[in-house]
């Protein structure tokens, strides 16, 4: 099966959406960004700076950045990069094959990484498979990724995990598709919620690697989940009744 690559408008739309997805599953307001890669290029789409509410974030607000920080398209007057761009520049950089990056400063899995516990895979096997392989910590200068050097270091200390803990700041995300991430963004967010919880009444129990390990393997493919259609667009359309809701699924 041929998958039909994307146009430069529709990967704009699909930034956009990431942003208010993120928004409805209440893992970020107005900071935080999502980004994909131009596919065959040196450059990606990402929010700009002044940060717009996440919830109002649209397709005409993305701008288009190369590796070196430059602003290539969709510049407009009075906006410019966010900070935190060589996060994205070096992970795309670093790995072409990545077509996505998120940071988030989403609370629980933020929590969890402050307190150097780890996320344990605990709701359902094709939910927690981000969690499975454990997350790793970069905790270099309060976690901050504004400069060249830090992205380079942040890259290493990833290596080819879906998630990385930034200490006392956040989290980032990478992938092959700006859907699949958004997706693990918010699955990570559920599995440190309950694992909290599990263990402040007693304890958490994983699931064992035997069941997550088949949805690890997939999640390695560059398949968009079935989820982004049948959910978290109808999330996205509706997401005050997600949010009264309160739960994930
Ligand atoms: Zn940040």
């Known amino acids: 099966m041929s998958i039909k690559t994307p146009t430069l408008d529709q990967l704009k739309e699909t930034v956009a959406l990431s942003h208010r997805i ?19 290029t040196d450059t ?5 700076w002044p ?3 996440m919830c109002r974030i649209k397709a005409d607000d993305i ?9 290539v ?11 935190e761009w060589p996060l994205h520049a070096e992970l795309y950089r670093a790995h072409p094959e990545l077509g996505a990056v998120i940071h988030t400063h989403q609370k629980w899995a933020s929590m969890m990484g402050i307190a150097q516990q780890p996320i344990l895979p605990v709701f359902g096997a094709s939910h927690s498979d ?41 989290m ?15 699955n990570i967010e559920y599995q440190a919620e309950l694992t909290w919880h599990a263990l402040a009444i ?21 398949d968009i989940p079935e989820a982004w259609e049948h959910f978290w667009k109808w999330v996205d359309e509706n997401p005050e009744s997600y949010q009264v809701r309160g739960v994930h699924l």
């Open 202 to 222: 007693g304890g958490a129990n994983p699931i064992p690697r035997y069941f997550t390990h088949r949805h690890v393997e997939r999640r390695k493919q560059a």
């Open 63 to 71: 701008i288009t950045m190369d590796f070196d920080g430059n602003i």
């Open 172 to 186: 980032a995300f990478a992938g092959p598709n700006l859907e699949s991430v958004t997706i693990d963004a918010v």
């Open 22 to 40: 993120l928004y409805a599953a209440g893992l970020a307001t107005d900071r935080g960004h999502s980004s994909t890669r131009v596919p065959g």
């Open 51 to 53: 940060h717009i509410q």
């Open 73 to 83: 398209g969709g510049k407009r007057e009075g906006v410019t990069r966010v900070s």
């Open 44 to 48: 990606f789409l990402i929010k700009p």
């Open 130 to 170: 981000s969690v499975a392989e454990g997350i790793p910590m970069y905790d270099d200068d309060r976690a901050l990724i504004r400069q060249k050097w830090q992205g380079e270091l942040m890259v290493k200390v990833m290596g080819d995990a879906p998630a990385l803990h930034l200490q006392s700041h956040g």
